[in-house]
């Protein structure tokens, strides 16, 4: 007999379903919950929530185990290349060499954006965070391919759309970080690969010859993969939830970059390089900002530090913590900011506070040195987080769209005033 769960509720028994995963997860089904009780159930923050059943990426917490499509992360982050694990989130399988060439060609191809999303850029401050114009750029998409407002398209034209995002969005990106320069936006090379074709439209200047270590370009390749995917997180939750309305996907991209900016979200890659350099400056006292971390009453957070879901480590954060240490030493770069951030781990790791709460520094803990080391400007770290999680986003929303899942919409206790009379102006 198929295992279920009993509730007592007003002296009444019901019984539910109980869902089993692959990986031996289980759920209560309360799908019918209100429909057979008239209770919802309560949950701020989802944090005992599953919104859906997927397929995608699996992750235990407790283990440190993270897998896309069944892959271990450490496996694809040391062979595989970026667009490899774009196509295996995407469609689900790696793709053979074939399969890899045209899916290549067709990101290849649409590296480009329509000429007059330019004057949009520098109609942007140059002060603006790159994060708001990214989102803003992203939607705006959607303008131009006025076709990708139909929800009940062709799988080709989704394709087509989906394409088009991951060959654009380096490219937006990269302009954007160019714009806050003022200068001249690069256009793509299609001669060279995903990353280093990111890489030359950020840092290449029309006046000279421009090449790029290898290392920096493997780096790239490397943490963009670590990004790729991580179940239903803040911003991909934001992907299914805007997707679900059959909003189109160019909003849709959008408002998740929108999520991820939140410094307890992707943001936080930013503020642990700006927290360590404000250690730094601060005479480097690593205990007093514990401390500081710990004190109820300051409201001030070891950035980098603590997961929803892991609560052991973020394997990750050993995968990154091992590049930062490599790509320091073949770039021959030593920085203060990587004996702050390791001192910072040694003495929260040993701490009670810390150990008690299973805090562990989390992927952005890590990368924001490496970011730092191949030359990318602290306020586009998030963007780069961005870049990187695109295929996740996208296969998320393929795969709620072909499970045709319902419009997202949760419930609420409301707690408010109950019905009362309307009190006029001058009576108030
Ligand atoms: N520094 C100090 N205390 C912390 C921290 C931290 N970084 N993170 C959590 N705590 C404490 C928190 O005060 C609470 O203590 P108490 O039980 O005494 O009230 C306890 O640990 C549990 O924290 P929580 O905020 O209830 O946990 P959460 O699951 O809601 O939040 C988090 C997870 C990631 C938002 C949080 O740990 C945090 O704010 N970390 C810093 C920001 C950060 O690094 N975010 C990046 C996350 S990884 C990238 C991504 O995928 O988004």
């Given amino acids: 007999m198929s295992e279920v769960a009993k509730i007592e509720l007003d ?78 989130l995407i469609y689900g399988e790696l793709p053979t060499q074939a399969q890899l060439d045209s899916f290549t060609n067709s990101i290849t191809k649409h590296t480009l954006v329509h000429e007059d999303m330019k004057q949009f850029f520098e109609a942007f401050p140059a002060k603006a965070h790159p994060m708001g114009v990214l989102s803003a750029m992203v939607c705006s998409l959607s303008t131009f391919y006025p076709e990708s407002l139909d929800p009940n398209r062709s799988a080709e034209a989704k394709d087509l759309t989906m394409h088009r995002l991951l060959a654009k969005l380096p490219t937006l990106a990269a302009w954007s970080y160019k714009n806050a320069m003022r200068h001249p936006f690069m256009y793509p090379k299609n001669n060279f690969d995903y990353c280093k074709n990111f890489l030359y439209m950020m840092f290449a200047m029309p006046t000279e010859e421009y090449d790029v270590d290898p290392v920096v370009v493997s780096a790239l390749n490397k943490l963009l993969i670590l990004h790729a995917d991580h179940e239903q997180n803040c911003s991909t939750s934001t992907v299914r939830i805007v997707g679900s309305s059959q909003a189109n996907l160019y909003a849709t991209i959008s408002a998740g970059i929108s999520a991820l900016w939140g410094p307890l979200h992707g943001g936080a890659n930013q503020e642990v390089i700006e927290m360590l350099e404000k250690i730094h400056h601060d005479g480097g006292d690593v205990d007093k900002w514990v401390a500081k971390a710990k004190d109820k009453e300051d409201p001030f957070r070891l950035m980098g530090f603590g997961h929803r879901v892991y609560k052991n480590f973020d394997p990750r954060a050993k995968i990154i913590k091992k590049a930062c240490d490599d790509i320091l030493e073949k770039l021959g770069i030593v920085d203060p900011m990587l004996d702050i951030a390791k001192k910072l781990e040694r003495v929260a790791l040993e701490d009670e506070y810390f150990k008690a709460r299973n805090l562990y520094p989390n992927v952005d803990f890590y990368s924001g040195i490496i970011y730092k080391a191949l030359g ?10 961005a870049i990187g999680r695109l295929p996740g986003w996208i296969s998320q929303w393929k795969e709620m769209t ?17 019905t009362r009379n309307f009190v006029d102006i001058t009576a108030r």
């Fill in 11 to 88: 002296g009444k028994q019901y019984e539910f379903p109980v869902i089993t995963g692959t990986e031996n997860e289980k759920a209560i089904d309360i799908s019918k919950l209100r429909d057979t009780t008239g209770y919802v159930t309560l949950d701020t923050g989802y944090k005992n929530t599953g919104a859906t059943k997927s397929s995608i990426t699996f992750l235990d917490g407790e283990e440190g185990i993270l897998r896309y499509r069944g892959y271990p992360i450490e496996e694809l982050a040391e062979k595989a290349t970026f667009l490899e694990v774009a196509y295996l």
């Fill in 376 to 385: 990318i400007p602290t306020e586009m770290f998030t963007v780069m987080f």
């Fill in 402 to 418: 072909e499970n045709k899942e319902p419009i997202g919409r949760p419930r609420q206790i409301y707690t408010g005033e109950t």
